[in-house]
């Protein structure tokens, strides 16, 4: 317990612990931010690594010159890209495994194929929107995989959505983060960007669940 309350502690209070991480490990944070980009990204289990908001701080604190902008943005776009191709490659290497039989125990081959199909139609829309959205942009490369989503597509909508997502909250903290406002109101800012950020899954679930909803009381 008194680790998921230091972990919320940390997630909140980035602008208070960042920069005695700065100061105590040099130039290795960049390695340290790199890591925890490219997890976030890249293994599905640690979907609960701070992203967005650890962008957005890290973006503060180069705008006060304690990191260099160009190279979190270079570093982290390519920790963003790599972290999604390696959990396309989990996706797709476990896939074929997993529905290697028409039932499988835990699976389907149908569910496979009908995964396949969505990405193909809608998946470049998909992965770059998934981006900015927390957990989901855990999952969403790993499903492309198990799916089968060709990789020469995967990779042109990664690349894409993953500079946009790096560009935005990076960016984002680097020319506003210091603002008299937002530095006084940092935890505040923090939760925000959290709550935007999970918003769209949250809408879109309910919706799912109205229309489901609807049609079985049309149905019935």
Not at 100 to 113: G, H, I, M, P, V
Request: proline share 4%; with cysteine.
């Amino acid at each position: 317990m008194d680790i998921i309350l230091n972990f919320i502690d940390f997630f909140i209070h980035l602008d208070q612990y960042l920069p005695a991480i700065v100061e105590g490990f040099g130039v290795w944070v960049y390695v340290i931010v790199f890591i925890v980009i490219f997890c976030e990204t890249g293994l599905v289990v640690t979907p609960v690594l701070p992203g967005d908001s650890l962008l957005f701080a890290l973006g503060a604190l180069a705008a006060l010159g304690a990191l260099h902008i160009e190279a979190l943005l270079i570093l982290l776009c390519v920790a963003a890209i790599a972290g999604d191709s390696v959990n396309y490659a989990i996706g797709h290497y476990i896939g074929p495994k997993v529905f290697s039989y028409e039932d499988s125990r835990f699976f389907k081959k149908k569910y496979l194929l009908k995964t396949h199909e969505f990405y193909e139609k809608h998946g470049g829309k998909t992965i770059i929107i998934a981006r900015f959205m927390p957990f989901i942009r855990t999952f969403a490369p790993f499903v492309a995989g198990v799916g089968a989503m060709s990789y020469s597509k995967f990779i042109l909508f990664n690349i894409t959505g993953g500079i946009a997502w790096i560009g935005l909250f990076l960016l984002g903290g680097y020319f506003f983060g210091n603002i008299p406002t937002v530095k006084s109101n940092f935890t505040v800012v923090i939760i925000v960007i959290v709550i935007i950020s999970v918003m769209p899954g949250f809408i879109a679930y309910a919706r799912q669940k109205f229309i489901a909803r609807r049609k079985a009381t049309g149905e019935g």
